[in-house]
């Protein structure tokens, strides 16, 4: 009997224990859905509407963002508590550049970028050469930076920005398809987000066909077949509804771009590459690794240079959206980004996690966040719950790895 047939056979066992042995890959995947089913139930659907995607997408960029990097710290074994006030830090430097020194925009960007990563190498050069604990050494950093912030705007806010700046953040893509619109005589939507929606989809599921080949002709066990069947139905039909009901507001937002981009970057650099191989061998057993050859030192340098340049890009995103630099922002980011990464499936002592999750992880912060906010539920109760899903998250890592023990 050929695997297919067999997976056709017993598909309804086969996906439940694919299922149960694979929950922290897909358990906080399906927990999303969830979340999202119950607040579009709850707020009578507004949590799905053009424009509340688009801002879904604004308020959680930044985070995504710097979720990427603190992924890597994480999965070597570390953790960054100072990337809240670099945010507040690069966005105030990047106020003082263009609003009280004029500088352009063309040349304020890639200087706080260059920041970030000064401050990531200052901070990863006494986590890997000194042995000092990222805890204690970003616990400084986070002071540090936020009395930066304050001293650098004198305690005032400071802005407006141009409008070049402002685009990064709350700037779209122009429809460099309009003749969608006539072909399909819908003249309301935006016809690059609905071909890039179909476009991604398409190559999603064509790379997961790949992929699959190639694992069956090396004698690798995959996912049954009708679990990967819904799985890119699933994942292909999120992506074309969610690009056209952006087409019908107002297109694919800046930022949009720039955490898709990441995204596939880190995902790529994290699955597909010697160094992030090396990242998780570093994080599952540090002496291991060094015995092996890997240079553990320069690599934990690496990540924290690395997140110092993720950290300096949402300053500038988060000052963008804003229109202003003040001296509280950033405050608390760095909790709602090592949230997003551990409710992402990441471990506490390192070596395990993927940039998927991360991205699954502050989006399930952001929907809740959002979904709470429409409701009227007021902060306070709000970081209550986000608390007690931290928790729960981590509950749920330490069981599994007791499980498997």
């Known amino acids: 009997m050929s695997t297919d047939l067999a997976e ?11 299922l149960a042995s694979h929950l922290r890959d897909y358990g906080m995947l399906l927990a999303l859905i969830a979340i999202m089913a119950f607040f579009q139930v709850i707020t009578d659907g507004t949590l799905l509407k053009p424009v509340n995607i688009t801002n879904l997408f604004l308020q959680n960029s930044y985070i995504i ?6 992924l890597l710290v994480i999965v070597a074994g570390h953790i960054d508590l100072s990337v809240g006030s670099v945010v507040g830090f690069v966005g105030a430097l990047a106020a003082v550049m263009m609003v009280e020194w004029q500088w352009s925009v063309y040349m304020t960007i890639p200087v706080c970028l260059v920041v970030g990563i000064l401050i990531g190498a200052a901070q990863g050069y006494w986590v ?11 616990l400084a950093g986070m002071l540090v930076f936020r009395g930066a912030s304050l001293w650098l705007l004198e305690g005032q806010s400071v802005g407006p920005f141009p409008r070049e700046f402002q ?14 619109k006539s072909i399909f005589g819908l003249q309301r939507m935006n016809g690059l987000a609905v071909v890039a929606g179909i476009a991604i989809a398409a190559v999603l599921v064509w790379l997961g066909m790949r992929a699959r080949t190639r694992n069956k002709a090396y004698g690798i066990e995959g996912e049954p077949f009708s679990f990967f069947v819904l799985r890119n139905v699933l994942v292909a039909g999120a992506i074309i509804f969610v690009s056209y009901k952006l087409s019908t507001f107002r297109g694919l937002p800046n930022v949009l771009i720039t955490m898709g981009i990441l995204t596939v970057i880190y995902a790529f650099l994290t699955e597909s590459t010697v160094l992030g191989r090396r990242i998780y061998a570093l994080g599952g057993n540090q002496k291991a690794a060094k ?31 804003l229109n202003t630099a003040t001296p509280k922002a950033g405050v608390s980011f760095e909790l709602d980004v090592i949230a997003a990464v551990f409710i992402g499936g990441a471990s506490m002592s390192g070596g395990v996690g993927k940039i998927v999750g991360a991205v699954v992880g502050a989006f399930i912060m952001g929907v809740m966040n959002n979904g709470m906010s429409i409701m009227g539920i007021g902060i306070d109760y709000q970081q209550m719950i986000k608390g007690l899903v931290l928790l729960a998250a981590v509950i749920f890592d330490v069981y599994n790895k007791n499980k498997s023990a």
């Open 65 to 70: 963002i710097m979720a990427l990097g603190m």
């Open 8 to 18: 056709k056979t017993h598909g309804g066992a086969s996906v439940a224990s694919y």
């Open 128 to 138: 890997a050469f000194w042995k000092i604990p990222s805890f204690i050494v970003t």
């Open 291 to 321: 015995l092996s050859g890997i240079k553990t030192e320069r690599l934990t340098f690496l990540t924290f240079i690395n997140m110092g340049m993720l950290a300096a890009l949402a300053g500038l995103i988060f000052a963008a959206r």
């Open 167 to 180: 685009a990064l953040s709350t700037g779209f893509i122009p429809d460099l398809l309009p003749f969608i």
